[in-house]
């Protein structure tokens, strides 16, 4: 080619003159970030998956070493959710084995375990002789003497003292471990009250027990375990013979054989056989004062 040509050619690319040769395309590439690729989000579904399996292996070994009644109830559980609530549970203050006290055996134990409870007490020399645990046709009797000089009650009041708050906290504690029902009595001697016109032995008896009750519920009984609360005044006297006793003055607590049918269970102060019938733990009941309450 002459060089006047090849100038031309030259000149003709340097000033956008088309020469017939085709502008290769522009690619233009764009990196995403971020770590989820070709992965996404199969590998969640997956471990759940295990998770669920390795729950499931967990909880199938743990029912073979428990016990049978334990296997019966989640057996009985999945059948009928609302028919086997009665067979194993727990309560608000504990988990476990909680099964209902129905033979006289299991408030035996009940019964044991209350009285270590007590023994744990400071000043247990002064409590020894005013507290009695006795098993009866009705349940398990917990009874809280009072003495000449007023062991848990304030003289002539219907308010707890130091001593007696400690008391009933103490079982209110232990008993909120179990799922009987507790009935609570109020009793005095046969003194007539001295005060208000409006006011006696009844009321007076009453009002003790619903504060025995109001303690024992704040300190760890459940809402719906208090099932009675009854005040009997004098007409359940512990000792006959001398009716002002100050052992006649106590509060009663008991619990109440458990039992899923109604017509089969015990009716809460049934079990007669023991009024008049225990020894009076305090003696000189008539030398006391007039407000010996």
């Not at 299991?106 to 409590?127: R, T």
């Not at 009797?141 to 009933?168: C, H, P, W, Y």
């Not at 009716?243 to 015990?266: G, H, M, T, W």
Request: glycine share 10%; with cysteine; net charge positive.
């Amino acid at each position: 080619m002459p060089r006047r040509e090849r100038r031309c050619v030259r000149s003709g690319r340097s000033r956008g003159i088309n020469t017939g040769m085709p502008t290769p395309p522009i690619i233009i590439i764009k990196k995403k970030g971020g770590h989820g690729g070709h992965h996404g989000g199969a590998w969640k579904v997956a471990y759940a998956d295990f998770v669920t399996a390795m729950m499931a292996l967990f909880i199938v070994l743990w029912l073979m070493n428990s016990s049978q009644k334990i296997q019966v109830a989640v057996s009985g559980y999945f059948k009928d959710p609302n028919g086997t609530a009665t067979k194993v549970g727990s309560s608000m203050t504990g988990s476990g084995q909680n099964l209902p006290l129905k033979k006289k055996e299991d408030m035996a134990q009940l019964k044991e375990q209350l009285e270590k409870s007590i023994q744990s007490m400071n000043d247990l020399d002064k409590l020894n002789k005013n507290i009695e645990i006795t098993v009866t046709a009705e349940g398990l009797r917990i009874e809280l003497l009072e003495s000449a000089k007023g062991t848990f009650f304030d003289s002539g009041s219907a308010t707890l003292n130091k001593t007696g708050q400690e008391m009933v906290a103490l079982l209110a504690v232990e008993l909120g471990k179990v799922p009987n029902h507790l009935s609570i009595e109020g009793h005095t001697d046969a003194k007539p009250f001295s005060g208000k016109r409006s006011y006696s032995n009844w009321e007076l008896s009453a009002d003790r027990a619903n504060a025995a009750r109001r303690l024992m519920q704040q300190s760890g009984l459940r809402p719906d375990q208090v099932s009675q609360v009854r005040g009997f005044a004098d007409q359940r006297l512990r000792n006959l013979k001398d009716a002002l006793d100050p052992s006649n003055r106590r509060i009663s607590i008991i619990v109440q054989y458990f039992s899923s049918n109604a017509d089969e269970a015990e009716s809460p102060g049934g079990d007669t056989k023991e009024w008049g019938e225990g020894k009076p733990l305090a003696i000189g009941a008539k030398a006391e004062s007039e407000k010996h309450r």
